[in-house]
């Protein structure tokens, strides 16, 4: 699949830092989100990533450095700078006794320009077009949180910030959400930044991963970069396994084996499976498979969390 190339800036974080009191809790935090992309704020529990978000959407001052929202600082002119931006922290809150459609008109009225062909747009949007004149409180969760995002895209966002959006859906619910982000980067052309714990749907939602630990940014990485660098992986099924693993536990350079019950697990920085098949044929090793095993965004999450000074 060919990568997709993002240009233009939509938020820029510049060495922004967050004390409270003598503690520093964000410390000299830059990167940039591009327009039309997704972007996964990932770190361990107490990292810093809700008070990144409260600082980008005017909850929470900065105490040092800045955030630029389509070229407006957050510091200095506040107001232009969050009209840009969509946001839902934690929960939406919605009026249940009202409808989907008196929930978005009451939302429509707080902003200037909003018509109600753009309330029939968004609810479209979000796949909520045929639900709209019923009450709030007969949707499911998943259909609430897609209510939340039609409401912050009202007013034509640049940006949408979402923390924890799938927090509570079941898995259902949670691919819902995950196609609608991506589709809601591509045909809006918006940043879409996503903070949440699951990894897993991380991996298969976002463009690009920002790791934070500690109020420190670790990495940023494209995830297939992410989840593909490093030492590959193979898992191979043979016979005898005991012999297939003397024969090759210190056959080649760069490479470790180890074994289980069933199968090698063969794992280095270039492995050249030919050589290794052929070694195991030659003697007399009956090969079943050969499987390429690319890292997880967890198990990369995991290990470089790890090396930079443990989960926290």
Do not use: W
């Not at 976002?206 to 940014?217: P, T, V």
């Not at 992410?226 to 992986?233: A, C, F, I, L, R």
């Not at 920085?269 to 079943?288: C, G, H, M, T």
């Amino acid at each position: 699949m060919k990568r997709r190339v993002f240009d233009l800036v939509v938020i820029s974080l510049n060495n922004v830092s967050k004390k409270i009191g003598s503690k520093t809790i964000i410390d000299n935090l830059s990167f940039e989100v591009f327009a039309g992309e997704v972007f996964g704020f990932l770190g361990p529990n107490g990292a810093g990533k809700t008070t990144t978000i409260r600082m980008l959407v005017g909850l929470m001052k900065i105490t040092s450095g800045d955030i630029f929202i389509d070229g407006h600082s957050v510091k200095s002119n506040y107001e232009e700078a969050i009209s840009k931006v969509g946001a839902i922290v934690e929960n939406p809150e919605m009026y249940k006794f009202l409808s989907g459609y008196d929930n978005l008109k009451h939302y429509a009225r707080m902003t200037k320009g909003v018509t109600i062909e753009r309330i029939d747009e968004v609810a479209e949007l979000v796949g909520l077009q045929n639900r709209m004149k019923e009450k709030v409180k007969t949707y499911s969760l998943g259909m609430r949180q897609r209510l939340g995002i039609a409401q912050a895209l009202l007013h034509r966002p640049k940006v949408l910030i979402l923390d924890e959006p799938t927090n509570g859906l079941d898995p259902a619910g949670i691919r819902e959400i995950r196609d609608y982000l991506k589709r809601l980067a591509r045909e809006e052309d918006m940043a879409v930044i996503v903070s949440s714990h699951l990894l897993s749907e991380m991996e298969l939602m976002c463009d690009r991963i920002g790791i934070i630990q500690n109020g420190r940014l670790v990495d940023v990485q494209n995830v297939t970069d992410m989840v593909n660098s490093g030492k590959v992986s193979y898992v191979i099924s043979a016979k005898p396994i005991d012999q297939a693993f003397q024969l090759l536990q210190n056959a080649f350079d760069g490479i470790a084996v180890k074994m289980t019950k069933q199968h090698l697990h063969v794992e280095g920085a270039s492995v050249d499976v030919p050589k290794l098949v052929k070694r195991l044929v030659e003697n007399n090793i009956d090969i079943y498979e050969v499987k390429q095993m690319n890292q997880s965004l967890e198990e990369k999450f995991l290990e470089i969390t790890s090396e930079k000074g443990g989960i926290a």
